[in-house]
């Protein structure tokens, strides 16, 4: 469903109560490229990822196409950085009950000096019941990028929120797809390598893909529907590689 037709910002359910709003986007080369949120919607709905500050308006009208804005319990980032929590502070002022969620380590160098309600500061394994779905919070420190950063998990719908992992050039205009998206994603990645290349980038990626997800929900590009596993650990390889 498309819920701009200037911006073409769209939204699209990947999986039972999970909702992709994405906004295309084009480069000066000419180049596309695309900013995904992505909406569980419970009965605490959860935004990971609110978007850079100025796609506040597009994706917030994107949200109301599915529910209340008002309603919306907790904004999560995976790292500070402007396209994971730069419209923090508007979407904390849309809706009145909305904490800010991310790791103790977000918490405590960025997060709660920057918004003035206190942030849900989870730790590595923790569980966010939202009704329906509980979150895992996962901290991946360094990987892809950020001391503080970390991803989440949905058991009960095999959905992983990947954030950067698998960053797909285009205006990703499948929401959902069983294609490649490893090949793409690396081919974007090499010629100005976002991965901090840790010492234990490839042990953190093994340890997600036991996790066994059967969605990615990629923030830049397609959502992907497969053996997560299998992928993460060719991702792991190709960064191992590489580095």
Known sequence: ???????????HEIADGIYRISTPIDFPDGNGFSFNQYLVLDDEPLLFHTGPRKMFPLVREAMAAVM????????????????????????????PQAVPVCSRIAAMVSVADMVDRAPRALADGEQLDLGRHTLQWLDTPHVPHGWDCGLMMDASTGTFFCGD??????????????????GPSEAF????DYFAHAPQ??????RLAQ?????????????????????????????????
């Open 1 to 11: 469903m498309i819920t701009n037709p200037q911006s073409r910002t769209n939204v």
């Open 68 to 95: 209340p804005v008002e309603r919306l319990r907790y904004a999560a980032l995976s790292h500070f950085e402007a396209d994971e929590c730069g419209a923090l502070d508007l979407w904390l002022a849309a809706a």
């Open 165 to 182: 992992l698998f960053t797909q050039p285009g205006h990703g205009e499948q929401a959902l797809t069983e294609d490649d998206i490893l």
């Open 189 to 192: 990645r090499q010629p100005m």
């Open 201 to 206: 980038t490839a042990d953190t990626l093994g």
């Open 211 to 243: 996790l066994k997800p059967t969605t990615l929900a990629c923030m830049h590009g397609s959502a992907w529907r497969g053996n997560g596993a299998v992928l993460l650990r060719h991702l792991a390889e190709a960064v191992t590689a590489r580095a």
